[in-house]
């Protein structure tokens, strides 16, 4: 077997393949699910942190591996649901529909702990966290800041993913940071989705991991390989989220579609309505017209006999004038 098909074969675990469960905006992690999964199995953390959660799409990455995997990580999301000047700031519904979606499936070995990073920090012993994600605000005196205090709490395997450590926009500072720390332990980067840092910080990192990280360290086309492999599942990944939008953007169409026919349909209906009591009413001052008809002529028709034998008589009085007039023209 050559160096590269063993690589395939240690990457090609069922887990990669498994669609994730939740895939929300935003998308940037969207892409990186499979290689959090194919991590949560590598390592089998006995205690997993994530810093910075957000909608959960890397969280519930890593908790559907360990509930798939049957493993017996505790998992633990810190974030305050509140946003930063990177993420945005956000509303409450954020984190009431991550609350419903994890609680639902993950809560009997995963907690939403709602607080700053710093006061969390309380709550972990030191040498006690596996495996820890830094994805929180990303200048890089924040993310500085996350690492150095989180740090004394990793354990002898313990490995931090670093999130967006390509992105050189604006004020990110993952990016420099991640050279610098580069230089001082074992690590692995893909490029895809912004960027994923994985920094090898335990002295016993199990092996699956640490083997990877030295020949892609020591070997371009090997960490090629190894970058190519998660960017295609992460571009299926994205597909299913854009499946996903299109679906919902079809199914709002439909319900319009639909409000909009029934709309017509209710319209139609009132106008049958109307077109009824038109008719109904054309007929009732039809009738009424006919009556009032009718009735001149009951009324005018004696007159009518009166006016004709006025007729009568006017033109016999004219008559009687003329040939008086004539009489005296004759006499004078
Ligand atoms: C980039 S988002 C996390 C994205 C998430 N990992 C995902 O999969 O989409 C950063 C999150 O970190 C949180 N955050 C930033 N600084 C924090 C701090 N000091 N304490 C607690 N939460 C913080 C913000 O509220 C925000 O939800």
Same mark, same amino acid.
């Not at 959960?56 to 049957?70: E, M, N, P």
């Not at 690492?147 to 931090?160: A, C, I, Y």
């Not at 017509?264 to 106008?271: D, L, P, S």
């Not at 077109?275 to 008809?293: C, H």
């Given at each position: 077997?050559?160096?590269?098909?063993?690589? *395939?074969?240690?990457?090609? +675990? =069922?887990?990669?393949?498994?669609?994730?469960?939740?895939?929300?905006?935003?998308?940037?992690?969207?892409?990186? @699910? =499979?290689?959090?999964?194919? *991590? !949560?199995?590598?390592?089998?953390?006995? #205690?997993? !942190?994530?810093?910075?959660?957000?909608?959960?799409?890397?969280?519930? @990455?890593?908790?559907?591996? #360990?509930?798939?995997?049957?493993?017996?990580?505790?998992?633990?999301?810190?974030?305050? %649901?509140?946003?930063?000047?990177?993420?945005? %700031?956000?509303?409450?519904?954020?984190?009431?529909?991550?609350? +419903?979606?994890?609680?639902?499936?993950?809560?009997?070995?995963? +907690?939403? !702990?709602?607080?700053?990073?710093?006061?969390?920090?309380?709550?972990?012993?030191?040498?006690?966290?596996?495996?820890?994600?830094?994805?929180?605000?990303?200048?890089?005196?924040?993310?500085?800041?996350?690492?150095?205090?989180?740090?004394?709490?990793?354990?002898?395997?313990? !490995?931090?993913?670093?999130?967006?450590?390509?992105?050189?926009?604006?004020?990110?500072? #993952?990016?420099?940071? %991640?050279?610098?720390?580069?230089?001082? %332990?074992?690590?692995?980067?893909?490029?895809?989705?912004?960027? *994923?840092?994985? *920094?090898?910080?335990?002295?016993?990192? =199990?092996?699956?991991?640490?083997?990877?990280?030295?020949?892609?360290?020591?070997?371009?086309?090997?960490?090629?390989?190894?970058?190519?492999?998660?960017?295609?599942?992460?571009?299926?990944?994205?597909?299913?989220?854009?499946?996903?939008?299109?679906?919902?953007?079809?199914?709002?169409?439909?319900?319009?579609?639909?409000?909009?026919?029934?709309?017509?349909?209710?319209?139609?209906?009132?106008?049958?309505?109307?077109?009824?009591?038109?008719?109904?009413?054309?007929?009732?001052?039809?009738?009424?017209?006919?009556?009032?008809?009718?009735?001149?002529?009951?009324?005018?028709?004696?007159?009518? #006999?009166?006016?004709?034998?006025?007729?009568?008589?006017? +033109?016999?009085?004219?008559?009687?004038?003329?040939?008086?007039?004539?009489?005296?023209?004759?006499?004078?």
């Amino acid at each position: 077997m050559s160096n590269q098909e063993s690589i *395939l074969q240690a990457l090609a +675990r =069922p887990i990669v393949f498994q669609v994730p469960r939740r895939l929300t905006s935003p998308p940037s992690w969207v892409m990186h @699910a =499979p290689l959090a999964m194919w *991590l !949560v199995e590598a390592l089998r953390p006995s #205690v997993l !942190v994530e810093l910075g959660t957000y909608s959960g799409t890397s969280y519930c @990455a890593f908790c559907q591996a #360990v509930q798939q995997l049957k493993l017996p990580t505790k998992c633990y999301a810190v974030d305050t %649901w509140k946003g930063d000047p990177h993420a945005s %700031w956000y509303g409450e519904e954020v984190y009431e529909d991550l609350r +419903r979606h994890h609680d639902a499936q993950y809560a009997s070995f995963s +907690r939403l !702990v709602r607080e700053d990073f710093d006061s969390a920090l309380a709550h972990f012993d030191d040498g006690s966290i596996d495996l820890l994600h830094i994805d929180g605000y990303h200048t890089y005196d924040a993310v500085k800041h996350d690492f150095e205090s989180w740090k004394p709490k990793l354990s002898n395997r313990g !490995v931090v993913l670093f999130h967006d450590t390509n992105v050189r926009e604006r004020d990110f500072g #993952v990016a420099q940071l %991640w050279e610098e720390l580069k230089r001082s %332990w074992p690590s692995l980067e893909v490029l895809h989705g912004h960027g *994923l840092g994985i *920094l090898l910080v335990g002295k016993d990192v =199990p092996q699956p991991l640490a083997a990877l990280a030295e020949r892609t360290g020591a070997s371009s086309d090997d960490l090629r390989l190894f970058q190519d492999f998660f960017a295609h599942l992460g571009r299926a990944c994205l597909a299913e989220v854009s499946l996903e939008e299109s679906r919902a953007t079809i199914a709002e169409r439909d319900a319009s579609v639909d409000s909009l026919l029934a709309r017509c349909t209710q319209i139609a209906g009132e106008r049958d309505e109307d077109r009824r009591a038109f008719s109904a009413e054309m007929s009732r001052l039809n009738q009424l017209y006919r009556q009032e008809l009718a009735k001149p002529k009951g009324f005018l028709a004696p007159l009518l #006999v009166i006016k004709r034998a006025l007729g009568r008589l006017c +033109r016999g009085c004219s008559a009687e004038k003329d040939a008086s007039r004539k009489d005296v023209a004759i006499s004078g």
